[in-house]
């Protein structure tokens, strides 16, 4: 009977799960912030113990859902789409991963085998580390290459303007936001609401700042009772776990993003800060 280390298994897939949660990150242009990332690892090694050590049919089904939990720990689902490209993404990472590391380890001559979507290797951790490691730089490269946005490369200067009201600020550029007006198609911008409510005065202004955006039905019923408030309405959008949920939204008279110049644009409101590290304060979509 072979001898499986538990210790090696853990930190083996708990590693190779980080490069492949970094490299998805990296393909679609999110970022994790590294307790997020380093948790989902750690999910992901646990995991990896439990479905090699069960050794059943269900297996697959941990490992499946494993995957999925470690998504969402690293980078959250802002919408359904987001979700369904970062999932594809990391079940295919990791397949290509594990299968070249398996090459790797006949290529040295030692022992390897994936059970359940789980990779161990007898093979020394420095090969691994370097041969990941390796894999990561070239993906790295060849995106670069291609042309494909990442980091700052996807922040846009923007500049709202609404009266005599302006500001200015960083939007990210979202593959995963389609939220549109259902009513013309149109897409629509997502702004913090801190940003949202400098872009008002007089008695709207007050009115933001006491009822908030966490209930838009009973901010926008507030709204519509004071002159002005004709530019507010709400808008629909899903998330995973809600069927279907409210904004507050509003026409904002001109927003120039890049150089770019638009007039009457949608914009809604979000309740939550939209970047934790404060880099930007609005989403577009693609």
């Known amino acids: 009977m072979r001898t499986v280390y538990l210790d090696l298994l853990f930190c083996l897939n708990g590693y190779l799960d980080m490069i492949v949660l970094l490299g998805c990150g990296i393909c679609l242009g999110y970022r994790a912030k590294k307790i997020r990332l380093i948790s989902?690892?750690?999910?992901?090694?646990?995991?990896?113990?439990?479905?090699?050590l069960w050794g059943s049919r269900f297996s697959?089904?941990?490992?499946?859902?494993?995957?999925?939990?470690?998504v969402a720990i690293c980078y959250g689902f802002r919408s359904v789409q987001s979700a369904i490209l970062l999932i594809a993404a990391e079940f295919l990472?990791?397949?290509?991963?594990?299968?070249?590391?398996?090459?790797?380890?006949?290529?040295?001559?030692?022992?390897?085998?994936?059970?359940?979507?789980?990779?161990?290797?007898?093979?020394p951790i420095c090969v691994t580390v370097f041969t990941s490691a390796a894999i990561y730089y070239i993906a790295r490269k060849v995106l670069n290459l291609t042309g494909r946005k990442?980091?700052?490369?996807?922040?846009?200067?923007?500049?709202?303007?609404?009266?005599?009201?302006?500001?200015?600020?960083i939007a990210f550029t979202d593959t995963g936001n389609t939220l549109t007006d259902p009513l013309s198609g149109e897409p629509v911008m997502i702004v913090d609401f801190a940003v949202?409510?400098?872009?008002?005065?007089?008695?709207?202004?007050?009115?933001?700042?006491?009822?908030?955006?966490k209930n838009p039905v009973a901010t926008f019923s507030k709204l519509c009772e004071l002159e002005g408030s004709s530019v507010f309405r709400l808008i629909p959008f899903n998330t995973v776990g809600e069927t279907c949920s409210l904004l507050l939204a509003f026409r904002c008279e001109f927003v120039e993003c890049?150089?770019?110049?638009?007039?009457?644009?949608?914009?809604?409101?979000?309740?939550?800060?939209?970047?934790?590290?404060?880099?930007?304060?609005?989403?577009?979509?693609v």
Do not use: P, Q
């Open 93 to 123: 990472a990791s397949f290509a991963l594990g299968g070249i590391l398996s090459l790797s380890a006949r290529f040295f001559g030692v022992h390897s085998e994936i059970r359940a979507g789980v990779f161990y290797a007898e093979i």
């Open 150 to 169: 990442k980091g700052d490369a996807l922040m846009s200067k923007v500049l709202l303007r609404n009266g005599e009201k302006t500001v200015k600020l």
């Open 196 to 213: 949202a409510k400098k872009l008002f005065s007089g008695d709207i202004a007050r009115t933001l700042r006491v009822f908030g955006v």
């Open 258 to 285: 890049d150089g770019v110049e638009k007039k009457n644009v949608l914009i809604a409101i979000s309740s939550t800060v939209l970047s934790s590290t404060g880099k930007f304060s609005a989403l577009t979509g």
């Open 40 to 52: 989902a690892s750690i999910f992901g090694g646990v995991c990896a113990c439990v479905c090699y």
């Open 60 to 70: 697959w089904i941990i490992a499946i859902t494993g995957g999925i939990v470690m």
